[in-house]
């Protein structure tokens, strides 16, 4: 089976602008999570999605946002884009939301 | 909340020698799943071994392997023959059903040839 795919894999955008990142899943998986990693806070949850539906939530304001196709693929917003969103942006699927995650190589943000 | 924590920022290890990497969590359930995952400089996030809490006995894949203590909620992984490949950073993880994959800091792990 093919891995998760992330797309694009590095962005480089400005301050104020808006980004999309995408996920692909491995095939049969519906469970599709985000996180971002940071050297400073390390591995932090955004949101978890479930057959099209955001099963969790992590603590990040309202900028960010997700969502989830019926194809299970999923992807990611953040608006309005501050110094501080660079990061890398991980992807994971699973079967179920309660099983190993399985992560994409990453969409590295960096905002200038 | 749930807590995971890695006390050993970093580590080494000779080639062909064996390292322990620790890892505690906090947490009053006792339905759990808890991880080992591996990222290495390339930072694709890889799955090293998975350990259910209703099992006593430790998971082990190939040369890793964990030491799993319930009651004192540690979460120890092992890993033997050490090859410059291991040489990565090491997260503990830790899932409960409805909730989300928590992470601990990590420890960076060398590998001296």
């Known amino acids: 089976k093919a891995g998760v795919t992330q797309t694009p894999r590095y962005l480089i955008k400005t301050r104020g602008q808006q980004v999309t990142l995408s996920c692909s899943p491995i095939?049969?998986?519906?469970?599709v999570s985000w996180y971002q990693q940071t050297p400073g806070q390390g591995l932090q949850f955004l949101f978890e999605y479930f057959s099209e539906t955001q099963r969790n939530k992590g603590n990040f304001p309202g900028r960010f946002s997700g969502r989830q196709f019926s194809n299970s693929r999923s992807e990611m917003n953040v608006s309005t884009l501050e110094l501080g969103d660079s990061a890398l942006y991980l992807c994971a699927s699973s079967p179920d939301y309660y099983y190993e995650q399985y992560f994409g190589p990453g969409t590295r943000l960096t905002v200038t | 909340a749930q807590t995971v924590t890695q006390s050993q920022p970093e580590m080494s290890v000779q080639e062909a020698e064996t390292v322990t990497l620790s890892c505690t969590y906090d947490t009053s359930e006792s339905d759990y799943y808890l991880f080992w995952y591996k990222q290495p400089p390339s930072r694709q996030m890889i799955l090293v071994i998975r350990?259910?809490?209703?099992?006593?006995q430790n998971a082990t894949e190939n040369r890793f392997s964990v030491n799993f203590q319930k009651a004192a909620k540690s979460f120890s992984l092992k890993i033997s023959d050490s090859q410059l490949g291991d040489a990565a950073m090491y997260f503990c993880a830790y899932r409960e059903r409805n909730t989300p994959l928590v992470f601990g800091k990590g420890t960076r792990l060398s590998v001296i040839a």
């Open positions: 095939s049969g998986h519906r469970s």
């Open positions: 350990q259910e809490a209703y099992k006593q």
